[in-house]
Every structure is written in C-alpha cells, then in structure tokens.
C-alpha cells in the first residue's frame, strides 16, 4: 500500500510506528512540521512543512500545501498522529480514507478546552478510523461524540527483542561512577506534568535508609534548572546522575544495568511507553495510579501504585525495593511476561496493518 502519515518526525513513537510498514515493504510517504531526526528509513519519502509561533497559524499556512501534497502522493491512506495540528490538517485536507491517532493530550487535555474542542470534534468526526491506547482515551473520545465501533485500541508497544533482561553495562556503570550500588531510574521529561520534583524530593529519604543508592534522572525539559537547584538545595546532587535525553537506541543498556524503574508523572494516557520498555527489560516499576497505571501494574505483583505527589511513600517502596534483590527479580519477570503477552510492538502493528487493509478494500 502507499501510506501517507501526518506526524511528528522527532517523535520516536511516529517513527517506530512508520519504521515498521516502511520495512514491510510499503511506500511511505511522511509529512511532518519538524524536521526529520532519523535517516535510516527504506521506502520513505519526507516532507517539510512551516512552522508557526501560534498553532492556529501552522493550520492556516500550512492547509493548502497539505491538500496539495496528498493530491500529488495519491496515497491509499492518509493517517494523521495527534489530533492537534497534524490531525486538523488531515481532516481539511477532505481525503478519504482519514485514520487518527490519539495520543492522549490531545483528549485529555486539549479536547476540554473550550477554543481548542470545536476543532477537535470536528478531527474526530472526519476519521473514517480512530486509534488510541487506552479504555479510557476511548471513552473521551466517544464523549467528544465518536461512536465506539469507529475506534480501535492499538498500543505502541515495546520492542521486545530490543528492550529484553541482560548484563549490567560495565562501561556506562564506571562513566557513571555507579559500581556496587542499588540504582534507580527516571525517564521522563524534566516538565511539570511529569513530576520529577516528587522524586527528588523522596531521596533524602531513601538516602537515610540506603546511603549508598544512586538515581538517574534522564530527559529534558524547562525545569531541569529548577530540578539540579532542588537537588543542590536539599544536599542530594551528589547521589544523583543528570545524563539528559537518552536515544531510544541506547536505552536498554541502561535499563539492564539498574535496579528499579519509576516514574511519577501526573497524568498518563495508556501506559506510557518508557514504563514499558523498563517492564520489557524485567524491571520493577513504581508508578503513579493514573490514567491506566493499574491495569498493567499490580501492587506487589510488578511493582507498587503509588498516589501522585507523595514523596514518601514513593521513598517507602524505593526503600523496599533497593533491600529485596530477589523481589526485584520476581517483578521483573512478571513484567517482562505482561509487556510480551499484552504490548508487544511486532503483535501491535500487525494489528494495525490489518486495519489498512480492511479500510482500503472498503475504499
């Protein structure tokens, strides 16, 4: 099939999505209002549109060239990610078949404001076909007027042969002056919906317990000034590794060489994809109780369910944890069997190109 896709080109999650039906033989065509950070797609030709300070402006400036790329292309699909800019675009565009994915702001957050809803709906009801990753994103989105048999639930899913249990990486545990050390990781965005300040704020206390326990903190974000300050402030930086953004290439020798995984983000959509790839790597996990956190987490079964903003008892369970290898590793099996049974990305985008399929043949 020719595929044309709307999405982000700086977005691993797009480009793992699209890498997939690009190996798979299909002519992919991607139109994106960021530039492209990956080079090693087959079969792929990309566009670039402009970008715009204000969104409303990106829609504006850029919906004529998108009707005329997708006239040109001729694809057999038009698949928008987002249902902000991307999936606004794919639906003035008129073409037909129009598939959406939500990814959960886009619902959650941008679909209750009262400017920003009117243009969502309006997205929603062009799709001849809407996927997202969560019981509950659904739910939003048939509350936006959707019916139900019109969506689909696809995860992202992990890539389970490269995100598997391994050896702990000798090098980067000597970069990183981490040996002979229980250490825990963060992977998630240095902004405020993702709630680092929690973590931070449990390690003196962690500290007390187990002195010797390191913590990375990976990402990036508007707040990493205020993060490394907090830290300073509470006499904690010495304990703590600021490795900044991790290429998702590079990821699973980290999540090998660590002990347990959290994060303490305010708000999820399904389960977010970095708590998967720990899970996929035989992790333990503590994780917020959001969005869909408890259906692919069981308190002392995976890991631990924590309420959000509550730095102790996030340091009770870390404690916890870091003192019991061997319930470290009953977790971490647990884990790894529920992301291969339930959120495997090979499973995934099978199901998703069957999807293709049958909408194109209705075409």
Not at 3 to 16: E, G, K, T
Not at 57 to 80: C, G, M, Q, T
Not at 144 to 151: A, C, D, N, Q, S
Not at 253 to 262: E, G, I, P, Q, S
Request: aromatic share 10%; net charge positive.
């Amino acid at each position: 099939m020719k595929l044309c896709f709307l999405a982000s080109a700086n977005s691993i999650h797009s480009y793992r999505w699209i890498k997939y039906f690009a190996d798979k033989g299909h002519e992919i065509h991607w139109i994106s209002l960021q530039k492209s950070e990956f080079s090693d797609l087959q079969n792929t030709k990309f566009y670039l549109l402009k970008q715009f300070p204000a969104k409303f402006f990106e829609i504006i400036f850029n919906v004529i060239s998108v009707k005329n790329l997708v006239k040109k292309i001729k694809p057999d699909i038009l698949h928008a990610h987002y249902a902000g800019v991307n999936g606004v675009l794919g639906a003035l565009s008129g073409f037909h078949p129009f598939i959406l994915t939500a990814w959960g702001s886009d619902i959650l957050i941008a679909g209750k404001n009262f400017f920003i809803k009117p243009l969502i709906k309006f997205t929603l009801l062009k799709a001849d076909l809407i996927t997202c990753d969560a019981e509950h994103m659904k739910e939003a989105i048939m509350k936006l007027g959707t019916k139900p048999e019109k969506i689909k639930i696809i995860y992202f899913g992990v890539d389970t042969k490269k995100f598997s249990p391994g050896p702990k990486d000798k090098e980067l545990i000597k970069k990183l002056n981490i040996e002979n050390c229980p250490v825990v990781i963060s992977l998630r965005n240095l902004e405020p919906i993702y709630d680092v300040e929690t973590l931070i704020k449990a390690i003196p206390l962690v500290l007390k317990e187990v002195p010797e326990t390191k913590f990375i903190i990976a990402g990036k974000g508007s707040e990493e000034e205020k993060l490394k300050k907090l830290a300073e402030k509470l006499k904690v930086s010495k304990s703590i590794r600021f490795v900044g953004f991790i290429l998702n290439d590079e990821l699973p020798k980290y999540l090998r060489t660590v002990d347990v995984y959290v994060s303490t983000s305010l708000s999820d959509a399904g389960i977010s994809a970095s708590t998967a790839e720990a899970m996929a790597c035989g992790l333990p996990v503590i994780i917020t109780k959001t969005g869909e956190n408890e259906k692919w987490v069981k308190n002392d079964e995976g890991g631990y369910l924590i309420p959000i903003k509550n730095p102790e008892i996030l340091a009770e369970k870390i404690i916890f944890l870091v003192k019991n290898e061997n319930l470290r590793k009953e977790f971490g099996t647990v884990n790894r069997a529920i992301i291969e049974e339930k959120n495997n990305y090979y499973k995934e985008m099978e199901k998703m190109e069957k999807l293709y399929e049958e909408i194109f043949k209705k075409s």
